[in-house]
């Protein structure tokens, strides 16, 4: 009988251990998307979508939230926030998206925008608080490389390689963080099954009235494609777009906070959204956004247009490409 009891121990450890071991639990992830959360100048209020966007995405239990910037409401030049001012709009931040999200276990992982950490010099302050900020914030994750945390670094999550850019500022990236970019994917891109890279300006334009705020950088994006790069994510420009360009899905963030955009060829301007993305063991992922006020409708893609034409880039609806 004692025999017998150790062979049925030994086998409930295995079973245990299979479980625990499983590739598609290590792998399968899901992860939900913020972008532009701030309202006018110096505001530190956040309308009520927000609130009901964040407790939607604590009921959906992601296992990582990525903000793609602008998510206080910085970038005013006459006059100058002062520290004040700006400590008092981070405090707001926090309590509406930040404190609830930590509460729920859900780590948020967060890239500079133009109105929270601008690189231009007259934004020096802001930047300062912003580092300051996140430094106080650090969420645990599985860091890559985070010497510049909380401008650019990597992570990881699952069998996913995260990127984080530091793309305040309109036009190229600069030479020494597209080195960085570089020799990141090649050291490390290859070990994970997908690599997301984000950040707050666009490669390409989406947006009306947006069409000159963007990186339009061909080196970056000869990068991402020999770096193996599967998605590129932005905010900035207000307008929901899941495109796809050349092996690569870019995914345009739609706002939640002031000035909902058109996107180019679009008469109506974009729903407030998040943006979901599940990936799976496989290597394969699925993007949706859910939309106002409820944040529990997906955005129906095929009311988006097929294809985003500009002088920069052709950028084809994410359901139409044919060399995926």
Known sequence: MQTISRVHQAYLILIVLLITCSPVQASSIRIAIISDLNESYGSTEYRSNVTTAIQRIIEL???????????????????????????????????????????ANIPLAVTPGNHDA??????????????????????????????HYPFYYAFSAGETLFVSLDATRVGHL?????????????????????????????????????????????????????????????GHHHAYYPGYKQGISYISQACLGAGPRRLLGVQKKSKRSITIIEFVSDGSYKIEALSEPNFTTAVDIKEL????????????RHDLATDQ
């Open 118 to 147: 601008s690189a231009y010099a007259s934004f020096t302050l802001e930047r300062e608080i912003y580092n300051e900020q996140w430094q106080a914030r650090k969420p645990e994750l599985q860091y890559i490389d985070d010497d």
């Open 305 to 316: 247009p097929e294809r985003i034409n500009t002088k920069w880039a052709e950028i084809i």
């Open 174 to 234: 600069p030479v020494e963080q597209k080195s960085w970019l570089e020799k990141l994917l090649k050291v490390n891109g290859e070990q994970y099954k997908q690599r997301v890279v984000f950040g707050h300006l666009p490669l390409w334009p989406y947006a009306i009235g947006r069409e000159k705020d963007i990186l339009g950088d061909h080196e970056l994006e000869d990068i991402l494609q020999q770096g193996n790069v599967d998605i590129f994510l932005n």
């Open 61 to 103: 239990k992601p296992d990582l939230v990525l903000s793609t910037g602008d998510m206080v409401a910085g970038q005013r030049l006459h006059p100058l926030l002062t520290r004040p001012k700006l400590d008092a709009m981070w405090k707001s931040f926090h309590h509406s998206v930040s404190n609830p999200l930590a509460s």
